[in-house]
């Protein structure tokens, strides 16, 4: 059995290694997903100090992130909201979980290496990389300490006897109460403490608290729930029993998924037969059980009954949804408490191998599926946090950029503009250390000579205008090695930084190119205002290096105006056909300019717009001028241009910034080619979201001499 313990040890060692490996390497001090609905609490709340009862308690989708919004607010208030806090606290949950898992197993009897192999297993299971998503989001903590305070109430209340049920009761009551604030399904909690305390002996005054207590728990959360719109209906999900079933047997063994699907639904129906066969036993045949024994089997119906709780919600996302890493830290639970219970009988065997064998077989059938699905997301997990990070340098470096946020928050750009303005206001987050996210104040104000170095690399495009600023992407490497700037710096032809970014954008074909796979990594500079080109680009690494990517970027002229020349004439006399929208009188705040009239727009709510226009080339070279205004926040708005006849493209403008402000004339070069001349051009607007901010008005269209405009 040594031997077994001391794989087990090793393995454990390497599976909780790599989990905090993995936490380190992809943390980065900026909140993101669900963590944004918290700042916009603040934000609503009017602030930090109004942040008040009714906001911790507030439902987020089905869940009371009461207990989670302290974690929260004390990283806020203590650690400027770093989210470092929360990951730490995260870890040292997971290992006072497993630290209580050893114990019970140790309350089984077991003491020297059985009880050390249990002990290896069960901290390599809950600091596995195979839940790595739950160890590299702050937000996250909820899905760890559920779990953690359910086990803390069943050990309480399991063990009340006596004088001690008067302070063991409460003291599961309120590890109950922490684990229904945590997540919803910690309401799960309840029925299961009062099965245990009344098979466990517990009467009277202990047992009438505790009943009472889950009655109002349990009554008043059922009566205020409501599903989450978006998840499936529970009424269809229960006519499907088949896909239930599936759902939560591979949510059960969501931490050993590299075995495959049907490894994991064979696993997940047997350890869930098993555990409800141990149940019943330990019912009928009461003696042949410790109150261990009946916490470890609660804690297993517990899980049970939340994979089951979850399938009933998410089925209609697809079986395979119950693979989700965040869904690993239940599913570890669940093999190390079955695991237990099974093991516990497997030490009553007399043949020392055979207990050695099944055990290290247990071990590595528990841990080794994680830590080769933790490797295998190493690149995701990178990713997602070099996309977070340049969201951030890409906000500093250039302002307000509704898609470069996508990282933070995927929905609804408002959410992670407003909060970034929030934790730059209380310098929270990645503003606690601006400088981290920029590069040295050195490489940003002292202009000099392009370094004579040239790097690998390519200037993939490159623009600057009145609306979007400079803007240049691409991707660069040293010239002798694969080795990747830190930083891009964007020069004007006086020299002056005139904008900047980091090489951390995910590219397959860069990494291909250098031969570093899922490594390889482009960048986007960008600046807030437009520049005079040529413009220049130098990468800077680590060390100070330098070196210029060639060709240099040029900008095209600008694509803005904010006014007509003299020399522009009306394209046409016809107004816009609107193919979908309605309310198409919102052109803004202001009075379109006279020249673009008559204008229309869906600057407001419902803000969905489809509209065209038809137009004829001029027969001499002319480019097109649209009068424009955008909502502040024009996400999936664009500007079309085609040839009217074929379908053709001949230009598109997807807006990268809002032209809120004031109303501009977007001007399109390449109706001045002349294939065009004389042709009919079809004018698309498009506002495809439903949102306020995603609205766009347009005016009367004008053609320009080409001459005028160069």
Request: charged share 15%; glycine share 10%; net charge neutral.
């Amino acid at each position: 059995m040594k031997a077994a313990a001391l794989f087990a040890l090793a393995l454990g060692a390497v599976s909780a290694a790599a989990g905090v490996a993995m936490a380190v390497a992809a943390f980065a001090p900026i909140p993101f997903a669900d963590s944004i609905d918290f700042f916009r609490q603040i934000m609503n709340a009017g602030g930090l100090e109004n942040f008040s009862l009714q906001q911790l308690y507030a439902r987020h989708n089905e869940h009371r992130l009461v207990i989670p919004r302290l974690w929260f607010l004390l990283d806020a208030v203590a650690f400027d909201a770093t989210q470092a806090f929360l990951i730490l606290v995260t870890v040292l949950s997971s290992l006072v979980h497993a630290a209580v898992l050893a114990l019970l197993f140790r309350s089984l009897g077991h003491r020297g290496w059985p009880l050390w192999a249990f002990a290896g297993a069960a901290v390599g299971a809950v600091l596995s990389p195979g839940q790595w998503e739950n160890l590299v989001w702050g937000f996250q903590v909820q899905f760890v300490q559920v779990w953690l305070f359910a086990t803390l109430a069943f050990v309480a209340v399991a063990h009340a006897r006596g004088n001690a049920a008067w302070w063991l009761v409460p003291a599961g009551v309120l590890a109950g109460l922490a684990s229904t604030y945590s997540m919803a399904n910690g309401m799960l909690v309840w029925p299961l403490l009062v099965a245990l305390a009344l098979w466990s002996g517990l009467r009277g005054g202990p047992l009438i608290l505790l009943a009472a207590a889950a009655v109002a728990v349990v009554g008043f959360e059922a009566a205020g729930f409501h599903a989450h719109p978006g998840h499936g209906d529970p009424m269809k999900t229960i006519a499907e029993p088949g896909k239930l079933l599936l759902y939560a047997f591979r949510y059960l063994t969501n931490g050993i998924g590299a075995i495959g699907s049907l490894g994991q639904e064979v696993i997940g129906a047997l350890l869930t037969l098993t555990v409800i066969g141990m149940a019943i036993d330990a019912i009928v045949r009461r003696s042949r059980y410790s109150p261990t024994h009946a916490v470890l089997l609660a804690i297993a119906g517990f899980i049970i009954g939340a994979a089951l709780a979850t399938a009933l919600g998410r089925v209609n996302f697809g079986v395979g949804q119950a693979n989700a890493t965040r869904y690993a830290t239940p599913s570890f639970l669940f093999l190390l408490v079955t695991g237990a219970l099974l093991l516990e009988r497997l030490l009553r065997v007399q043949n020392v191998r055979l207990k050695a064998g099944v055990t290290a077989v247990g071990v590595a059938l528990l841990l080794v599926p994680g830590l080769v699905d933790g490797v295998r997301h190493v690149p995701v997990a990178l990713g997602e946090r070099d996309g977070r990070i340049n969201a951030i340098v890409t906000y500093i470096a250039g302002g307000y950029r509704p898609a470069d946020l996508q990282p933070l928050y995927p929905f609804l750009p408002v959410r992670p503009f407003e909060a970034v303005r929030l934790l730059e206001a209380h310098r929270w987050g990645p503003f606690a250390d601006r400088a981290r996210f920029m590069p040295p104040v050195a490489l940003l104000t002292t202009a000099g000579d392009l370094p004579t170095v040239t790097c690998r690399g390519h200037v993939d495009g490159s623009h600057s205008d009145a609306v979007d600023g400079v803007v240049v992407n691409g991707w660069a490497a040293a010239a002798a090695s694969a080795e990747q700037p830190e930083w891009i710096l964007v020069t004007d032809r006086s020299g002056r930084v005139v904008a900047w970014g980091a090489s951390r954008i995910r590219r397959n074909d860069v990494g291909a190119a250098l031969g570093i796979g899922w490594r390889g990594r482009g960048f986007k500079a960008v600046g807030p205002s437009a520049a005079d080109g040529p413009l220049a680009v130098t990468a800077a690494f680590a060390d100070g290096r330098r070196c210029a990517l060639d060709p240099a970027a040029v900008p095209a002229p600008p694509a803005f105006l904010p006014d007509l020349p003299a020399a522009a004439r009306p394209a046409t006399d016809a107004g816009w056909t609107v193919l979908e929208g309605a309310g198409t009188d919102r052109t803004g705040p202001e009075a379109p300019p006279d020249a673009a009239r008559p204008a229309i727009g869906t600057l407001g709510e419902g803000s969905r717009l489809v509209a065209t226009i038809e137009l004829e080339a001029p027969a001499e070279p002319s480019v097109l001028a649209v009068p424009v205004r955008t909502g502040p926040y024009p996400m999936a708005v664009a500007l079309e241009v085609r040839d009217a006849e074929t379908g053709e493209e001949i230009a598109r403008h997807g807006f990268e910034r809002p032209s809120d402000a004031a109303w501009t004339w977007r001007v399109f070069d390449r109706t001045a080619a002349a294939e065009l001349r004389g042709r009919r051009i079809r004018v698309r607007a498009i506002a495809t979201g439903p949102r306020d901010w995603q609205g766009i008005a347009v005016g009367r269209p004008f053609w320009l001499p080409d001459t005028e405009r160069r």
